[in-house]
Protein backbone atom coordinates (compact mmCIF):
# COMPACT_ATOMS: atom_id res chain seq x y z
CA UNK A 1 0.00 0.00 0.00
CA UNK A 2 2.49 2.33 0.73
CA UNK A 3 4.58 1.55 -2.37
CA UNK A 4 1.21 2.48 -4.47
CA UNK A 5 0.83 5.45 -2.29
CA UNK A 6 4.52 7.13 -3.20
CA UNK A 7 3.93 5.73 -6.69
CA UNK A 8 0.79 7.47 -7.80
CA UNK A 9 0.30 10.43 -5.58
CA UNK A 10 3.67 11.06 -3.66
CA UNK A 11 5.85 11.07 -6.58
CA UNK A 12 3.55 12.75 -8.92
CA UNK A 13 2.98 15.67 -6.63
CA UNK A 14 7.14 16.03 -5.91
CA UNK A 15 7.40 16.33 -9.96
CA UNK A 16 5.04 19.41 -10.07
CA UNK A 17 6.63 20.80 -7.09
CA UNK A 18 9.94 20.52 -9.15
CA UNK A 19 8.46 22.18 -12.37
CA UNK A 20 6.60 24.58 -10.19
CA UNK A 21 10.17 26.18 -9.96
CA UNK A 22 11.48 26.09 -13.82
CA UNK A 23 11.65 28.89 -15.89
CA UNK A 24 9.70 29.27 -19.32
CA UNK A 25 8.89 31.48 -22.18
CA UNK A 26 6.22 31.18 -25.01
CA UNK A 27 6.42 27.57 -26.86
CA UNK A 28 9.03 26.37 -24.62
CA UNK A 29 7.95 24.02 -22.20
CA UNK A 30 10.43 23.59 -19.99
CA UNK A 31 13.40 25.12 -18.87
CA UNK A 32 14.97 23.38 -15.99
CA UNK A 33 16.16 26.03 -13.16
CA UNK A 34 15.39 27.02 -9.73
CA UNK A 35 13.24 30.39 -9.62
CA UNK A 36 10.74 31.80 -7.34
CA UNK A 37 8.96 33.77 -9.52
CA UNK A 38 6.45 31.54 -10.77
CA UNK A 39 5.44 31.50 -6.58
CA UNK A 40 6.00 35.62 -6.83
CA UNK A 41 3.58 35.99 -9.40
CA UNK A 42 1.31 34.10 -7.59
CA UNK A 43 0.93 36.04 -4.70
CA UNK A 44 1.72 39.47 -5.87
CA UNK A 45 -1.41 39.27 -8.29
CA UNK A 46 -4.06 41.29 -8.07
CA UNK A 47 -6.56 39.40 -10.56
CA UNK A 48 -4.59 36.26 -8.64
CA UNK A 49 -5.96 36.95 -5.21
CA UNK A 50 -9.37 37.72 -6.72
CA UNK A 51 -9.28 34.41 -8.47
CA UNK A 52 -8.42 32.17 -5.59
CA UNK A 53 -11.23 34.43 -3.50
CA UNK A 54 -13.58 33.64 -6.37
CA UNK A 55 -13.00 30.15 -6.16
CA UNK A 56 -13.53 29.93 -2.29
CA UNK A 57 -16.67 32.19 -1.87
CA UNK A 58 -17.95 29.36 -5.01
CA UNK A 59 -16.66 26.52 -2.76
CA UNK A 60 -18.41 27.96 0.00
CA UNK A 61 -21.57 28.10 -1.09
CA UNK A 62 -21.44 24.54 -2.65
CA UNK A 63 -20.33 23.68 0.41
CA UNK A 64 -23.49 25.20 2.60
CA UNK A 65 -26.02 24.10 0.34
CA UNK A 66 -25.05 20.29 -0.02
CA UNK A 67 -24.36 20.19 3.36
CA UNK A 68 -28.13 20.97 3.96
CA UNK A 69 -29.53 18.70 1.73
CA UNK A 70 -26.82 16.16 2.16
CA UNK A 71 -27.95 16.37 5.92
CA UNK A 72 -31.41 16.49 5.04
CA UNK A 73 -31.94 13.88 2.73
CA UNK A 74 -29.59 11.56 4.56
CA UNK A 75 -31.77 11.78 7.96
CA UNK A 76 -34.85 10.79 5.32
CA UNK A 77 -32.91 7.91 4.64
CA UNK A 78 -31.34 6.96 7.82
CA UNK A 79 -34.61 7.36 10.41
CA UNK A 80 -37.84 7.48 7.85
CA UNK A 81 -37.32 4.93 4.74
CA UNK A 82 -37.82 1.88 7.62
CA UNK A 83 -36.78 -0.87 4.53
CA UNK A 84 -33.07 -1.32 4.04
CA UNK A 85 -33.84 -2.07 0.61
CA UNK A 86 -35.25 1.00 -0.22
CA UNK A 87 -32.51 3.03 1.43
CA UNK A 88 -30.19 1.45 -1.08
CA UNK A 89 -33.00 2.09 -3.86
CA UNK A 90 -33.34 5.29 -2.69
CA UNK A 91 -29.12 6.24 -2.74
CA UNK A 92 -29.10 4.48 -6.11
CA UNK A 93 -31.19 7.08 -7.49
CA UNK A 94 -29.09 10.17 -5.89
CA UNK A 95 -26.20 8.72 -7.89
CA UNK A 96 -28.10 8.91 -11.01
CA UNK A 97 -26.12 11.83 -12.28
CA UNK A 98 -23.00 10.07 -12.49
CA UNK A 99 -24.18 7.57 -14.92
CA UNK A 100 -23.50 10.29 -17.66
CA UNK A 101 -20.40 12.72 -18.15
CA UNK A 102 -19.88 16.17 -16.24
CA UNK A 103 -20.12 17.53 -19.36
CA UNK A 104 -23.51 16.63 -20.94
CA UNK A 105 -24.66 17.30 -17.18
CA UNK A 106 -23.81 20.88 -17.06
CA UNK A 107 -25.00 21.03 -20.83
CA UNK A 108 -28.29 19.79 -19.81
CA UNK A 109 -28.88 22.76 -17.64
CA UNK A 110 -28.32 25.33 -20.22
CA UNK A 111 -31.71 24.90 -21.85
CA UNK A 112 -33.24 25.30 -18.32
CA UNK A 113 -31.66 28.42 -17.17
CA UNK A 114 -30.65 30.53 -20.82
CA UNK A 115 -32.78 33.27 -21.42
CA UNK A 116 -35.20 31.59 -23.41
CA UNK A 117 -35.21 28.44 -21.17
CA UNK A 118 -37.59 26.36 -19.27
CA UNK A 119 -37.28 28.21 -16.12
CA UNK A 120 -37.76 31.85 -18.07
CA UNK A 121 -40.18 30.92 -19.45
CA UNK A 122 -42.17 29.96 -16.61
CA UNK A 123 -41.37 32.40 -14.84
CA UNK A 124 -42.69 34.41 -17.19
CA UNK A 125 -46.08 32.68 -18.03
CA UNK A 126 -47.07 33.22 -14.28
CA UNK A 127 -45.94 36.68 -14.80
CA UNK A 128 -43.97 36.83 -12.09
CA UNK A 129 -41.15 38.87 -14.18
CA UNK A 130 -41.33 41.01 -17.01
CA UNK A 131 -38.02 40.07 -19.07
CA UNK A 132 -36.06 36.94 -18.77
CA UNK A 133 -33.59 36.71 -16.03
CA UNK A 134 -29.98 37.09 -17.71
CA UNK A 135 -28.15 35.70 -14.36
CA UNK A 136 -29.92 32.47 -14.27
CA UNK A 137 -27.06 30.95 -16.75
CA UNK A 138 -23.68 32.25 -17.61
CA UNK A 139 -23.07 33.37 -13.68
CA UNK A 140 -21.75 32.56 -10.16
CA UNK A 141 -25.40 31.32 -9.62
CA UNK A 142 -25.37 28.44 -12.26
CA UNK A 143 -21.41 27.71 -11.53
CA UNK A 144 -23.34 27.08 -8.16
CA UNK A 145 -26.19 25.29 -9.28
CA UNK A 146 -23.88 22.78 -11.06
CA UNK A 147 -22.21 22.15 -8.04
CA UNK A 148 -24.92 21.10 -6.18
CA UNK A 149 -25.80 19.30 -8.97
CA UNK A 150 -22.52 17.26 -9.20
CA UNK A 151 -21.95 16.80 -5.52
CA UNK A 152 -24.41 16.59 -3.31
CA UNK A 153 -24.42 13.26 -3.07
CA UNK A 154 -20.78 13.16 -1.83
CA UNK A 155 -22.06 14.71 1.11
CA UNK A 156 -25.13 12.56 1.35
CA UNK A 157 -23.35 8.92 1.88
CA UNK A 158 -21.10 10.00 4.12
CA UNK A 159 -23.42 11.83 6.51
CA UNK A 160 -25.83 8.48 5.78
CA UNK A 161 -23.37 6.15 6.64
CA UNK A 162 -22.45 8.41 10.01
CA UNK A 163 -26.59 8.85 10.98
CA UNK A 164 -27.18 4.26 10.29
CA UNK A 165 -24.25 4.18 13.44
CA UNK A 166 -26.33 6.21 15.80
CA UNK A 167 -28.25 3.73 18.55
CA UNK A 168 -31.92 4.31 17.89
CA UNK A 169 -32.33 3.65 21.91
CA UNK A 170 -30.95 7.24 22.43
CA UNK A 171 -33.11 9.01 20.09
CA UNK A 172 -35.78 7.02 21.81
CA UNK A 173 -34.59 8.16 25.30
CA UNK A 174 -34.20 11.72 24.28
CA UNK A 175 -37.94 11.34 23.27
CA UNK A 176 -39.21 10.17 27.02
CA UNK A 177 -37.30 12.94 28.33
CA UNK A 178 -39.42 15.39 26.79
CA UNK A 179 -37.59 16.29 23.63
CA UNK A 180 -39.04 17.63 20.52
CA UNK A 181 -38.53 16.15 16.90
CA UNK A 182 -36.12 19.58 16.23
CA UNK A 183 -34.31 19.24 19.89
CA UNK A 184 -33.46 15.30 18.64
CA UNK A 185 -31.98 15.94 15.69
CA UNK A 186 -30.00 19.08 17.63
CA UNK A 187 -28.68 17.60 20.70
CA UNK A 188 -28.48 14.12 19.39
CA UNK A 189 -28.23 13.40 15.94
CA UNK A 190 -26.40 16.51 14.49
CA UNK A 191 -23.37 15.82 17.21
CA UNK A 192 -23.13 12.08 16.37
CA UNK A 193 -23.08 12.57 12.15
CA UNK A 194 -19.89 15.05 12.88
CA UNK A 195 -17.22 12.97 11.47
CA UNK A 196 -19.84 12.20 8.07
CA UNK A 197 -20.23 15.76 7.87
CA UNK A 198 -16.32 16.31 7.99
CA UNK A 199 -15.93 13.62 5.69
CA UNK A 200 -18.43 15.29 3.11
CA UNK A 201 -17.04 18.50 3.50
CA UNK A 202 -13.79 17.36 2.00
CA UNK A 203 -15.01 15.54 -0.04
CA UNK A 204 -17.28 18.41 -1.80
CA UNK A 205 -14.71 21.33 -0.49
CA UNK A 206 -11.66 19.77 -2.27
CA UNK A 207 -13.59 18.43 -5.46
CA UNK A 208 -14.88 22.22 -5.83
CA UNK A 209 -11.74 24.06 -5.66
CA UNK A 210 -9.90 22.27 -8.40
CA UNK A 211 -13.27 22.10 -10.54
CA UNK A 212 -12.84 23.41 -14.18
CA UNK A 213 -15.88 21.61 -16.19
CA UNK A 214 -18.32 23.51 -14.55
CA UNK A 215 -17.04 27.00 -14.22
CA UNK A 216 -16.28 26.61 -18.37
CA UNK A 217 -20.28 25.06 -19.01
CA UNK A 218 -21.74 27.34 -16.89
CA UNK A 219 -19.42 30.26 -16.27
CA UNK A 220 -19.48 31.10 -19.77
CA UNK A 221 -16.39 32.87 -19.62
CA UNK A 222 -18.16 35.59 -17.08
CA UNK A 223 -16.75 33.54 -13.86
CA UNK A 224 -12.86 32.67 -13.21
CA UNK A 225 -11.25 29.94 -10.86
CA UNK A 226 -8.23 28.73 -10.12
CA UNK A 227 -8.91 25.57 -12.00
CA UNK A 228 -9.91 27.57 -14.86
CA UNK A 229 -6.57 29.28 -14.80
CA UNK A 230 -4.44 26.42 -14.21
CA UNK A 231 -5.96 24.62 -17.37
CA UNK A 232 -5.58 27.96 -19.26
CA UNK A 233 -2.07 28.26 -18.92
CA UNK A 234 -1.57 24.10 -19.28
CA UNK A 235 -3.27 24.87 -22.53
CA UNK A 236 -0.80 27.80 -23.38
CA UNK A 237 2.28 25.36 -22.56
CA UNK A 238 3.01 27.82 -19.37
CA UNK A 239 3.85 24.56 -17.04
CA UNK A 240 5.73 26.15 -14.32
CA UNK A 241 3.10 28.69 -13.45
CA UNK A 242 0.16 26.59 -13.73
CA UNK A 243 2.44 23.58 -11.50
CA UNK A 244 3.21 26.49 -9.19
CA UNK A 245 -0.64 27.52 -9.11
CA UNK A 246 -1.47 23.75 -8.43
CA UNK A 247 0.46 24.25 -5.47
CA UNK A 248 -0.91 26.64 -3.55
CA UNK A 249 -4.32 25.33 -4.47
CA UNK A 250 -2.92 22.46 -3.21
CA UNK A 251 -1.59 24.16 0.24
CA UNK A 252 -5.11 25.79 0.87
CA UNK A 253 -7.02 22.56 0.39
CA UNK A 254 -5.05 20.86 2.60
CA UNK A 255 -4.88 23.94 5.35
CA UNK A 256 -8.94 23.31 5.31
CA UNK A 257 -8.73 19.29 5.47
CA UNK A 258 -6.63 19.99 8.57
CA UNK A 259 -8.17 22.29 10.35
CA UNK A 260 -11.44 19.88 9.87
CA UNK A 261 -9.64 16.87 10.88
CA UNK A 262 -8.84 19.19 14.35
CA UNK A 263 -12.00 19.89 15.04
CA UNK A 264 -13.84 16.42 13.99
CA UNK A 265 -12.16 13.24 14.90
CA UNK A 266 -12.72 11.12 11.57
CA UNK A 267 -10.99 8.21 12.07
CA UNK A 268 -14.24 6.45 13.49
CA UNK A 269 -15.79 6.69 9.61
CA UNK A 270 -12.48 4.74 7.87
Same mark, same amino acid.
Given at each position: ?????????????????????????????????????????????????? %??????????????????????? =???????????????????????????????????????????????????????????????????? #???????????????????????????????????????????????????????? =?? $???????????????????????????????? %?????????? #?? =??????? $???????? =????????????
Amino acid at each position: MGLVFALFFVVPVLLVVAISFFDYQTYEILIPDFLLSNYRDVFSSTSTYA %TYWTTLQLGFMAWAITLVLGFTI =AYFLAFHVRSRSRQVVLLLLCTIPFWTSNEIRMISWIPLLGREGVVNSALLAMGVVKKPVAWFLYSKF #AVVVGYVHLYTVFMIVPIFNAMMRIDRSLLEAAVDAGAKGWQVVWNVVLPLSKSGL =AI $GSIFVMSIVMGDFVTVNVLGGGQVASVGKMIV %TDLSSLQFPP #AA =AESMVLL $GFVILLIV =ALVRVVDIRKEL
